[in-house]
């Protein structure tokens, strides 16, 4: 004990919220660059950042609870779905919209969360797919409120901050997607290194030992689900304000997979994983499926196969290893 | 939380079907210390873990400051006053020493983590260390300061001696002795360091095949080398 064991030294709190400020910032460079290069495809560009939220909301609740989830599309959809109806029926402020997007998502997280943590394992998963799909099959059944298989129509946003109207080149709606991501990437790297996120990742890690130091595990699973319904519910709102319709694929098991997979792609559990994931995935999804349309899948496939196989710990635990093994060179070297 | 007295009345558990302790029944007084002794495999770390509420119950009571506890889960009982230190020390590797304090605070204020520090200062020095960059001393030091954060009123102590070096056991030896001396909680003490748990004990117990086969003081159990040899496999102390 007399003599510690020299390790790479851990950052400081004030040199962590400098990184958070870079890496914010970084998103924002990117996000950026991405409206100047792609003027064209700014739907598509609006498209995956309404995706990456999805993806960020399950990183919460897969990533920092251990929970198996293939049913998340129905809280992305609760957005959608509450966004899309309250603008049909006049209220079209887009910041109220998303509001209302994340309060039918943290909802719908919260009758989510409280079923499917009566089960755990497998049970859990079926569970979540159970409850997408029905609620896909609720929202088909209620034509009358959700238009049913031909899709939710008739919306018409407000200008953004009265001035900047939602039109076709998409540009208004990207960028407010791209506020609205970076406000929430802020509040989740609060959330997830708050005590409460700890309490989480400890969950995770072993839910008996938590228990033993006195913690109920369900209603800090269950915070979590409202949560990441909240986050889902805003980026199916963002993505009912820049399409303008809401289709039944917003609320499907399709989506609730993709996102499993966009999340593995990208690093469960780590945050700036899920942007990646999202980004690689549906970049390769587009341009891929623009070169061959009928074998495109064959080729994601084949990409997802060999970074499972290669980069279990998906691409960005890859980089963090890197950097881990090149800061420990480093630190060699300086010995 | 004061310390509390612990009573076992007839206390039977196990895992699954497999009964491990049967008809065990003690009682520590408010403050006590009692050492648990027995070889390997004889139901020590069960009874820990039953008292934590983490085995199949079948049967007895357990009742902590009069009241009892028995039907309550491993969280309520913990919330009860009963603290444990398992044997794995079972720390979040995944978390910074500070992060694994703050997960035995149950909704004390962060600054309570300083107690952890004036009986551990070396866990400061670590405080933004992973668990798994901590070595075994320093993660029993961290799994005994997270149990003690909690101020339980009874803290059970599985095995924290084990695989450690000596300086690192004298270390915790030490801070074990002014946690007892304070008074501030009744202490159970499983360990297979003979010296050191007579040493720490008010009483003695010894479990073989999960019953008590002998209790008493620490002086007498000394004196006995038959019971020594029989249920411990050392031949006396001098």
Known sequence: MATATPMPVIPSASRTLGRDFLGLALIALVGLAGYWLFPDNLAFLTRVISVALLVLSLDLIVGYCGIASLGQGALYGAGAYAAGIACVHGITDPGLLILIGAAAGAVMGLLMGAIMLRAHGLPQLVLSIAIVQLLHEAANKASSITGGSDGLSGMSPAPLFGLFEFDLWGRSAYLFGLGLLLIVFAVLRFVTRSPFGMVCRGLKEDPLRISALGIYAFPVLLKMFVISGAVAGMGGALAAIATQVVGLDSVSFEISANALVMLVLGGIGHLYGALIGTVIFMALEHIVAAINPFHWMTLVGAVLIAIVLFAPRGLSGTLDELARLLTRERWRAGR | ?238
């Open chain 2, 1 to 238: 939380m004061p310390a509390a007295e612990l009573d076992i009345r007839n206390l039977s558990a196990g895992y699954g079907q497999t009964h491990v302790l049967e008809d065990v029944s003690f009682m520590v007084p408010a403050g006590g210390r009692l050492s648990i002794l027995g070889r390997n495999g004889m139901g020590k770390t069960t009874l820990m873990a039953s008292l934590m509420g983490l085995t199949r119950h079948y049967a007895g009571s357990i009742s902590l400051a009069g009241q009892n506890v028995t039907a309550l889960g491993t969280a309520a009982r913990s919330h009860a006053g009963i603290g444990l230190v398992p044997q794995t020390r079972e720390i979040f590797k995944g978390l910074t020493v500070e992060e694994n304090l703050f997960a035995g605070l149950k909704g004390r204020p962060r600054s309570a983590i300083e107690e952890a520090y004036v009986l551990f200062p070396r866990l400061r020095e670590r405080r933004r260390n992973l668990g798994s960059q901590l070595s075994g001393g320093e993660q029993q030091m961290l799994a005994t300061a997270r149990s003690i954060l909690g101020q339980p009123s009874v803290l059970l102590l599985d095995e924290p001696l084990e695989g450690l070096a000596p300086v690192i056991c004298d270390m915790l030896m030490e801070a074990f002795g002014r946690l007892a001396a304070s008074g501030a909680m009744t202490i159970l003490f499983v360990e297979q360091r003979l010296e050191s748990a007579l040493a720490f004990a008010d009483d003695v117990i010894i479990l073989e095949r999960g019953r008590i086969v002998w209790s008493g003081k620490p002086d007498a159990l000394r004196a006995d080398a038959e019971v020594l040899e029989r249920y411990i496999g050392v031949g006396g102390l001098h």
